[in-house]
């Protein structure tokens, strides 16, 4: 670890308070909100709140809002159900539920050491949603196909995959338009514009038109309606995935902390 006055942690802490923390005391000096002689130097506390769709909010002391929580994180099986054999436990800051979607930029200062994490999941409380009701609608697609009903497979599967699409959509989003959106052809035009900006699967996109293609044919058209079985393995295989990636993003822990001394 560097020293006090050098080194990359003095830095980061350097300059997220010059960036963050300098600039409020001084709007709030000059709104009477504190005392003229008040700086950096007397923080204990400080935290920047970051939505999508709204200014940053930095907060100082007593305003500073958070929880250590122990998170129990499971592993998904092949069928997209938890598998309670696979346990992940650990301990963690997190917002509260006011700022539960928000990015957040922490810092404690105790016995004049700052220590600071950086929590970078937008949406996570949203996505967490998708992703729920995405894995029932992934677990009636898996009875279907076990049980040879190509219709319903395909009708859950692509209610499944829209979901999984919006959930990984607000993994980057900077605005909040997927959740507003109630068509199916505002997710596929929006699905189909970040995958040319890599940040989905192309294989996911793929499922995504394919399934699109096929849902009214299944749900509608009295002809009768089949697929081939390894196809179907195959699609359900991709939304699988789909679902271990959502949910391994919106579960991963924040940045480790990291004390350094000023």
């Known amino acids: 670890m560097a020293d006090e006055k050098s080194g990359t942690l003095y830095d980061v802490v350097e300059h997220y308070l010059n960036s963050w923390a300098v600039p409020e005391i001084q709007q709030r000096k000059q709104d009477g909100r504190l005392p003229a002689d008040f700086s950096v130097e007397h923080l204990q506390a400080v935290q920047v709140i970051l939505n999508p769709e709204e200014q940053p909010r930095v907060k100082l002391d007593e305003e500073v809002r958070f929880q250590i929580v122990e998170d129990v994180a499971f592993g998904v099986t092949e069928s997209g159900a938890l598998d309670p054999t696979d346990v992940q436990r650990r301990e963690q800051l997190e917002l509260t ?16 050491i700052w220590h600071f994490t950086f929590g970078f999941q937008r949406n996570a409380q949203r996505i967490r949603h998708f992703i729920e009701a995405a894995r029932e609608f992934l677990m009636c697609a898996t009875w279907a196909h076990e049980q040879g009903y190509s219709r319903a497979f ?29 068509s199916h052809r505002f997710s596929a035009a929006r699905l189909n514009l970040v995958r040319k900006e890599g940040r989905v699967p192309d294989a996911f996109v793929d499922l995504f038109n394919r399934l699109s293609n096929k849902r009214s044919q299944a749900r509608y058209e009295p002809a009768p309606f089949t697929l081939d079985r390894s196809d179907a393995d195959s699609m359900l295989a991709t939304a699988k995935e789909a679902l271990r990636t959502a949910t391994g993003w919106a579960r991963r822990p924040a940045d480790p902390p990291g004390p350094k001394g000023k």
């Open 154 to 182: 395909v009708d859950n599967l692509f209610s499944a995959v829209e979901l999984l699409a919006k959930a990984l959509l607000l993994i980057k989003a900077t605005d909040l338009e997927v959740m507003r959106a109630s």
């Open 97 to 112: 539920d006011d700022d539960a979607n928000a990015e957040h930029l922490t810092f404690i200062r105790r016995g004049g």
